[in-house]
């Protein structure tokens, strides 16, 4: 059963610094594209951030690329995503997502995530 756990978020203020942490467990990691996917207040949901099987290759959202970093560690089932430079903008649900796929493609539409954490919360204030 595909578990996965984020912790992290919080309240900061506009130019701070966040690292959202996800572990994942019941499902071996490395054949599954991890992702961060937020919904805003009031706003649809949106991919931010997904990253290959060992991490080689990512993809960025236009409005993250230059300032949020997703990593992944395979051998402690862990994926993170730093934020810096936030914004209020980036206030949001954050979840940690993840999709097997047998290809290393990383941008993948919203739509096709099929396995989801509850949620951290980041609010960025101005």
């Known amino acids: 059963q595909v578990q996965l756990v984020e912790s992290g978020g919080g309240l900061v203020q506009a130019g701070a610094s966040l690292r959202l942490s996800c572990a994942a467990s019941?499902?071996?990691?490395?054949?599954?594209?991890m992702g961060w996917i937020r919904r805003p207040p009031g706003k649809e949901r949106e991919v931010v951030a997904s990253?290959?099987?060992?991490?080689?290759?990512?993809w960025y959202s236009d409005s993250v690329e230059g300032r949020f970093t997703i990593t992944r560690d395979n051998a402690e089932n862990m994926v993170y995503l730093q934020m810096n430079s936030l914004k209020p903008e980036d206030t949001a649900v954050y979840y940690c997502?993840?999709?097997?796929?047998?290809?290393?493609?990383?941008?993948?539409?919203?739509?096709?995530?099929?396995?989801w954490g509850q949620g951290t919360q980041v609010i960025v204030s101005s």
């Open positions: 019941g499902f071996m990691v490395s054949r599954y594209i």
């Open positions: 990253i290959g099987w060992i991490g080689d290759s990512t």
């Open positions: 997502a993840t999709v097997r796929r047998d290809s290393n493609v990383v941008a993948v539409p919203i739509e096709q995530w099929p396995f």
